[in-house]
């Protein structure tokens, strides 16, 4: 159920965004698109209370109920970004706009900030297992707390294959400081 449940706010995420620029260009009610867009959060804490109910009712600890946590946390760090790609790639390909792409310093950088993301993402899922266990009321729920390690391993992959993996690119398409004679 929890899988279903998931896959269920992610499309109503989806469907949040598109009706939000449905509502901003081609019906002309910006601020209608606003509200569509700020009812995004709406969606993690329905996913939430669904993980609750879930445990409360009888359901056992799962992967489903992790991912459920880590959805929420990334959910809630990357949205924005996603709502503004969305907003950027609708107005460049369907409107024709020009619109300069958000200022970006270096890959390094950017990869340093996502990390800083990713680890805001995997403390709110740690926040959110916390809430689940504290209001499903069931001691099997304490295996939720598993998935801190999970989250400790995703955060250890996203520094090797992000800021770690740029700078080792970045350092060897750096000129030589040496001259060549």
């Known amino acids: 159920m929890i899988v279903a449940a998931i ?33 995004t959060p709406l969606v993690d804490v329905i996913l939430l209370t669904l993980v609750v109910l879930d445990l409360r009712g009888g359901g056992h600890p799962s992967w489903a109920h992790t991912m459920a946590a880590f959805y929420i946390g990334f959910s809630v760090m990357f949205g924005h970004r996603m709502i503004s790609w969305a907003d950027r790639t609708y107005r460049v390909k369907v409107r024709g706009e020009h619109v300069p792409k958000p200022v970006s310093t270096t890959p390094v950088r950017d990869e340093w900030l996502s990390l ?14 916390e809430i689940v266990i504290a209001f499903a009321a069931s001691p099997d729920a304490y295996q939720l707390r598993g998935a801190w390690v999970t989250g400790g391993i995703i955060l250890v992959i996203w520094l090797l294959t992000g800021p770690v993996w740029e700078m080792l690119r970045g350092a060897q398409t750096q000129p030589s400081s040496r001259a060549r004679v």
């Open 7 to 39: 896959i269920a706010m992610e499309i109503t995420f989806w469907i949040l965004v598109g009706l939000g620029l449905l509502l901003r260009y081609p019906l002309r009610r910006p601020r209608a698109g606003l509200v569509a867009f700020l009812l």
């Open 116 to 129: 800083f993301r990713a680890v805001g993402a995997i403390g709110i899922a740690v926040i959110a297992i």
